[in-house]
DNA sequence: TGCCCTGGCACCATTACCTCA
DNA sequence: AGTGAGGTAATGGTGCCAGGG
């Protein structure tokens, strides 16, 4: 039985950055229930990996699926993800549903981030928050009004400093926003302002979001990487205890039954070089093995050995890296 | 060619605001 | 109405990289 568990880097669009892997290898060498369905998982995820020489490709886990999904389509039809050739111009009564600040304030922040470092932008957007909202969601309700949007202002807390004031974004921003993630997790300055602009915001919340969003899907990911391995964890114990309980069973057999040339053919030996138990070895006659050292506590020897869950990083070849998708 | 500086960007930890039960 | 928990926008720090002098 061997076991290889691995934790590495994945390649990640741009090649920055750390992403989570988690490869797992299980092999059985004998036949056996739990196994089976081991193996058939293993086989399976194999077979999705279309041919890239996969003995050791280890299981890698997406997340996607599991990460609520919003609907495909923006809640605006007049939307399209700036970077796509079908981009229009947003409709006029799309802009309506922004809060954040006027137009104006847009561009003017394109300069500002085009021409110097984001920390350098004034904390926060600036709005007046001073009167007091109406709406929870903006989108459901409480969009704001043009009139609204033209009182936007420095407010005297965020002149003098005195705490920040939080929009939230409405659904179609964040729905919108959404769907440009699935597209690119990472942005260049381009799309982030036509983003931007599309939406209404300014890019450095544009940048936030994704930013933000980002280290969601990797907190995500890494809950769903922790409960994998748990639960590997959990079969593996089981899987191990289940064997130490045959190993038992067999050199109780054997104390029984000293003539040990009589055990069946699925008779476990292991390799001196690697010290890997296999179980397709021939069956250790004397005539197979006329060495003079072949003695029965060979068999002693092999099951004074745990069976060892073995540290894929150790003893597993590494994973052939993935070409990173950015290149 | 190597070194230093600067700007831009991403990641991370954290804060602070907002909503909801 | 008050409150705590959870979600998330926003901030500040840091490191890496590319480009220019």
Redesign the pocket.
Known sequence: MELGLRLGEAP???????GLMLGMRLVVGRGGKGEDEERRVEEEEEETEEGRGLAEAPLQLSLLPLLPVPPQQPSSPQLRLPWTTETKKLDASMRGFDM?HAPSAVAADEGA?????????????QMD?SAP?G????GAG?EATAAEIGSLRVSD??EN?????????TKE??AF?EESFKEH?????KQ?LALAKQLN?????V??????????T?LKQTEVDCEYLRRCCQTLTEENRRLQKEVAELRALKTSRPFYMHVPATTLSMCPACERVASTTAIPTAAATPSADYRPNSFAALFSKPVALRSGSRTAPTAPRLPSPAS
């Open positions: 990640e669009k741009g090649g920055r950055g750390l954040n981030s085009s021409s110097s470092s984001p920390k350098s932008i004034p904390s926060s957007f928050f909202r709406g929870d969601e903006p409480g807390d965020e400093g005195l705490g920040r004031k939080k929009l939230r974004l921003q964040s926003l997790n990472t942005l260049n300055p982030k915001l300014r890019p450095r919340q940048e936030v979001w994704f930013q933000n969003r980002r280290a969601r990797k």
